[in-house]
């Protein structure tokens, strides 16, 4: 008996593999099994990302594609509700949500374990120059059981961000030496402040949710520090959040 199938269910079916195959396995990208902990998915990502962040491989186009792989395989896997989506309906599942509004990357995760601000990979003295906010240093407390097995801590922070506002502002201002004459072919010779012109500029506060990773058997002492989530200057970089 021969059986006559429509031509346009084998293109249908053909479609549906080519997509299932073009889908990333989340899990491989972040290295862990499928039955993963919060905590395991964390800790394969604060590895691996720092490991192929671009300012650690200038000019690696590989490891740029590694990096946002790992980021999006982290959004996605990090929360439970999104985490369930992909395992029922994989990446398509991820994208349906996202267009009807349910929310979902665009996020920074690598900046809640590290700072958002040059965390000093390509750390030269000639940025030494710019002004700099003040460093923040917070002490925190881990338990016994928190050393012993290791754990994440969610730590919330509300900071001043600068962001553009209208209009002009004085900026870099500095010391100039000024001369006049005086008559008699006398000078006077006197100091003057002279300032740029810069794009104004005003303080906004700005929520940070950040991820302290308490290693097992971490030492009394050892500090965290999140580059760039310090107090901010207004004409220059912003210093550090220290724990």
Same mark, same amino acid.
């Given at each position: 008996?021969?059986?006559?199938?429509?031509?346009?269910?084998?293109?249908?079916?053909?479609?549906?593999?080519?997509?299932?195959?073009?889908?990333?396995?989340?899990?491989?990208?972040?290295?862990?099994?499928?039955?993963?902990?919060?905590?395991?998915?964390?800790?394969?990502?604060?590895?691996?990302?720092?490991?192929?962040?671009?300012?650690?491989?200038?000019?690696?186009?590989?490891?740029?594609?590694?990096?946002? +792989?790992?980021?999006?395989?982290?959004?996605?896997?990090?929360?439970? $509700?999104?985490?369930?989506?992909?395992?029922?309906?994989? +990446? +398509?599942?991820?994208?349906?949500?996202?267009?009807?509004?349910?929310?979902?990357?665009?996020?920074?995760?690598?900046?809640?374990? &590290?700072?958002?601000?040059?965390?000093?990979?390509?750390?030269?003295?000639?940025?030494?120059?710019?002004?700099?906010?003040?460093?923040?240093?917070?002490?925190?407390?881990?338990?016994?059981? $928190?050393?012993?097995?290791?754990?994440?801590?969610?730590?919330?922070?509300?900071?001043?961000?600068?962001?553009?506002?209208?209009?002009?502002?004085?900026?870099?201002?500095?010391?100039?030496?000024?001369?006049?004459?005086?008559?008699?072919?006398?000078?006077?010779?006197?100091?003057? $402040?002279?300032?740029?012109?810069?794009?104004?500029?005003?303080?906004?506060?700005?929520?940070?949710?950040?991820?302290?990773?308490? $290693?097992?058997?971490?030492?009394?002492?050892?500090?965290?520090? &999140?580059?760039?989530?310090? +107090?901010?200057?207004?004409?220059?970089?912003?210093?550090?959040?220290?724990?």
């Amino acid at each position: 008996m021969k059986i006559s199938v429509p031509w346009w269910s084998l293109v249908v079916l053909l479609s549906v593999c080519l997509s299932a195959l073009a889908e990333k396995d989340y899990y491989k990208i972040l290295g862990v099994k499928r039955t993963a902990t919060t905590k395991e998915i964390k800790r394969a990502y604060r590895k691996l990302a720092l490991k192929f962040h671009p300012d650690h491989n200038p000019g690696d186009k590989t490891a740029e594609k590694k990096f946002h +792989e790992l980021g999006k395989a982290y959004e996605a896997l990090n929360d439970d $509700e999104t985490r369930q989506i992909y395992d029922r309906e994989g +990446e +398509e599942g991820l994208k349906n949500r996202q267009n009807s509004g349910g929310g979902g990357g665009g996020g920074d995760p690598f900046s809640s374990f &590290f700072g958002g601000f040059g965390f000093g990979f390509n750390n030269n003295q000639g940025s030494n120059e710019k002004p700099r906010g003040a460093d923040v240093t917070v002490v925190i407390e881990a338990t016994l059981e $928190e050393i012993y097995n290791g754990e994440f801590v969610e730590i919330v922070r509300y900071k001043a961000v600068a962001k553009e506002a209208p209009g002009k502002r004085r900026c870099n201002c500095r010391a100039e030496m000024k001369t006049q004459m005086m008559g008699g072919g006398q000078f006077q010779l006197f100091q003057e $402040e002279v300032c740029d012109k810069c794009p104004n500029k005003k303080f906004v506060t700005e929520e940070r949710r950040l991820e302290i990773e308490i $290693e097992v058997g971490v030492r009394h002492e050892h500090v965290y520090k &999140f580059s760039g989530e310090g +107090e901010p200057h207004i004409d220059g970089e912003p210093g550090d959040l220290v724990f």
